[in-house]
């Protein structure tokens, strides 16, 4: 069954849009409305959701933003942006984001439904391939390797690329591959009980890789600059790269969207494939000549999954390298972490009212990614950073009820929310009871 969460500031488009929804023929669960982004942001953080629908204009948060606060808090939620205007700046952030269609109002009702089952009905779908290779194949079966003419080339630059570089032929092939940057990072890709002397044999080790491959191309292809490859080890390799127009238009976000996409890639491979891919990413340089430093980072990031052996997705710039000398020893790392956690909870205690309030502030007060903070935070304190926030929040509400006279809207102002009717929605899902009724 699949939950979908619609989101406009116009309560009648809300309601109308559930009602078509209700009506699709779809296997649907639950649809939510929300009336604000930051409404639907505690949804998408709350509720299992699968697909969004939202207005692109709605005031504080616009629908770009939630989709970016979604994507980095669950990165496999489908997007479908909904917009007044037919401005191609809108669309083409809303399509880099990863949105599936981007329809113009007033909607037309059997063409937002097609949108809808089209999404909907593929997300459970992996490609034809791979479902075939999931079915149980037989031994005629033959797997291409992909880029023949091209891996070994492209796993030289990364051990070395003033050999390729200096090599007019490299340079040549490089030119094909259209590989001309100037920025790019790498993501290594490490399938567990894949190789010599693991539990998987050469031929099934084959068959996960290239489905492992298949899936990384499906959801690279939608978005990225990209070419992925297999590389020794029984690993495999993606070189991402943006040229300076792209890379400028967002290059803040751009590790943001590096570590969204390794989420994305281990949830999607663990759904068809049922396997824990450790998914180690590089920072982002400028120029071919640092593929080997781009490279051994993304090598580096993936062995901390030794220490963190329940994490999956590791940023190398996560870890402050510089501060030590050789690896850090259990200790230093068991330190560095509870320092994290602690600036973290210490932030949020000061800060827990504001509105719209995110993840990724007190992650970039920390210096880490969202996606890093948020696994320390649940493995030291036990639940998870927004449910600590939510749990404030609640603390600090009841008092005012129970020992104040503020109204409602009052309370809601007071810690963080600008919707009194959102307010109460959460509180009653925390205590199981109303703000009034409590009052009462």
Known sequence: MFNILVVDDEPLICKGLSSLLASSGLDIGHIYTAGSGFEALDCVRMEEIDLLVTDIQMGAMSGIELMQHAKLAKPWVQTIVISAHETFQYAQMAVRLGAKDYLIKPLNSEQFLDSVRNVLLKMDKPSPELATLMSGIGDSFRLEEPLPAYSQLLNALLADPGIVLGNEEGMRNLDELQMKGPYFSVIKLKLPGVGLGKKYNARDSGLLRYGVLNIAKELLDQEWNSIAFYSPGEEITVIIQWDEKSYEESAAGQVGRLDMLGRSLHFNIHKYLHLNVVIGISQILKGLSFMEVLNRQASKAILWNKEHNDHYVFYYGDFNWNNYTADPSAEELHTRSNLIVQKAKEYIDGNYAQKGLTIHEVAKKNHVSP?????????????????????????DSREMILHTDLRRYEIAERVGYESPEHFSKIFKKYYGISPSELKK
């Not at 996606?371 to 603390?395: A, C, D, P, Q």
Request: hydrophobic letters at 35%; charged letters at 25%.
């Open 371 to 395: 996606n890093y903070l948020s696994y320390l935070f649940k493995k030291n304190t036990g639940h998870n950073l927004w449910e600590y926030v939510i749990k404030l929040r609640m603390e």
